[in-house]
Structure formats: structure tokens, C-alpha cells
């Protein structure tokens, strides 16, 4: 089974900090995401990479950076958290093997909440 | 990239068979579509995914017609653990591109 993991299921931060969210994956998928989901908004893409050190801005990415070093492991940083940054963030993996079902494996989230 | 239209809610019985229709008018030649459920605090899960005209597994069915410009997701006998949100998204997995998730059909089940 694809099991995908993040680091921290509830976190809680204050105004100003630098937070990072790690998500490693252990299916050698070359495909990772980062989402963010907000009630009523359903899941909004904030960052996206393709492969190892690679990386494209998603719908949302303003506030955020991420860093892929390694494959199996995409990290989404909030360089300076703020209240409006409180939610719960999905990360994915998907393996880019074309022909294969498009099927995106999902960590459990972490639910941030930004004081 | 297509977007797609879903139903905000549906409310079903135990035993019953819930179908969830989803528009994607501007669907692109070489997108499929995929469905998704997800749980309160828990990431979405796959259902299933086609291209054209039927596809079914253990899960579900997916009827979609000839134009390609909506799908129906069909569940089974539905039971109390199948409430969750139900999303559509419409891409191509033979090319990496990001997929937009929509708001999702929040499903009920009641007894």
C-alpha cells in the first residue's frame, strides 16, 4: 500500500514564525503535491512538483515556498505565518507513469492553526 | 483545465443507490475524469476514473455519456459509512498538469 505521511496531524503557531510542513511518500512517486483545504472551498492546489527539485506554483502559492531534495520527500514552508495561513494542509503523491489511472495518494493532513 | 459543477449536497437511506452527476463542459480530448471521497479529517481517496461509456469496480460505476460533458458517479446500496464528500475532477494523467479539486457533493446517509 502507498502510504503517504506528514509530520504533524495538529500544529499550533504563532504570527510571525517560520513553519514547516514535511510529507514524505514511500512509492518512489515522482509527482507531489501540497493543498490546502478551507471549508465552503474545497481543496485549493498551493504548490506542485514534478520531480526531484523541481517545483510550480499552484493556484495559491503566495506566503508559501517548498523544497523537493530528496524524492521522497516535498516540504511546504510558511516563511512568516499568518492568521489567515490556519488550515488543514493536504499533501499527495502521484506516480507519473502514464497510462496508469491518475490516482493521487493523500497524507492525512495537518491541521495548523496560526495564533 | 476544465471545471467542473457538482451538486453541494445529497441526502440517501441505507440501501439505496446514489448518483452523482458532475458537469465538465469544456472537457479536453484527452482528460479523464476521476472521483474522489473523502472523510472528515482524512485526505481524499480514489473511487475510480474513466475516459468514456462505463467503467466499474468494487466500489462504484461511472457512466459517462457519448459528449463526454458530464459523468454520473453511481454508489450501490449505500450504507452509513459511505457519507462523506464526493469530488470530480476532470485532467489528463498522461501529462503532468495540476487538478483542480471543486467543492465536492457532501453525501448523507441516513437510517
Known amino acids: 500500500d502507498v502510504k503517504v505521511t506528514q509530520s504533524s496531524r495538529y500544529l499550533v503557531k504563532r504570527t510571525g514564525e517560520k513553519v514547516f510542513l514535511e510529507c514524505v511518500q514511500d512509492?518512489?512517486?515522482?509527482?507531489m503535491f501540497w493543498y490546502r483545504q478551507d471549508p465552503g472551498l474545497g481543496l485549493r492546489l498551493i504548490y506542485f512538483?514534478?520531480?526531484?527539485?523541481?517545483?510550480e506554483k499552484g493556484d495559491i502559492p503566495e506566503g508559501y515556498s517548498v523544497s523537493r531534495e530528496k524524492k521522497e520527500r516535498f516540504s511546504l514552508i510558511l516563511e512568516s505565518a499568518s492568521t489567515n495561513q490556519t488550515s488543514m494542509y493536504l499533501c499527495?503523491?502521484?506516480?507519473?507513469?502514464?497510462?496508469?489511472?491518475?490516482?493521487?495518494?493523500f497524507g492525512p493532513g495537518t491541521r495548523l492553526t496560526v495564533l | 483545465l476544465a471545471k467542473t459543477t457538482q451538486p453541494i449536497s445529497m441526502d440517501s437511506y441505507e440501501g439505496q443507490e446514489v448518483n452523482i452527476t458532475c458537469s465538465h463542459n469544456?472537457?479536453?480530448?484527452?482528460?479523464?475524469i476521476t472521483w474522489y471521497q473523502q472523510f472528515p479529517s482524512q485526505g481524499p481517496r480514489f473511487i475510480i476514473q474513466?475516459?468514456?461509456t462505463k467503467v466499474t469496480n468494487e466500489v462504484a460505476s461511472l457512466f459517462i455519456p457519448a459528449d463526454r460533458k458530464s459523468s454520473t458517479l453511481s454508489l450501490p446500496r449505500v450504507s452509513l459509512s459511505d457519507t462523506a464528500v464526493y469530488y470530480c475532477?476532470?485532467?489528463?494523467?498522461?501529462?503532468?498538469?495540476?487538478?483542480?479539486f471543486g467543492t465536492g457533493t457532501r453525501l448523507l446517509v441516513s437510517p
Open positions: 474513466g475516459y468514456k
Open positions: 512538483s514534478y520531480d526531484v527539485k523541481m517545483k
Open positions: 475532477l476532470v485532467g489528463d494523467p498522461l501529462g503532468f498538469q495540476k487538478l483542480v
Open positions: 512509492m518512489d512517486h515522482e509527482n
Open positions: 469544456n472537457i479536453a480530448t484527452n482528460d479523464y
Open positions: 499527495a503523491s502521484r506516480s507519473w507513469a502514464g497510462g496508469e489511472p491518475d490516482t493521487q495518494y
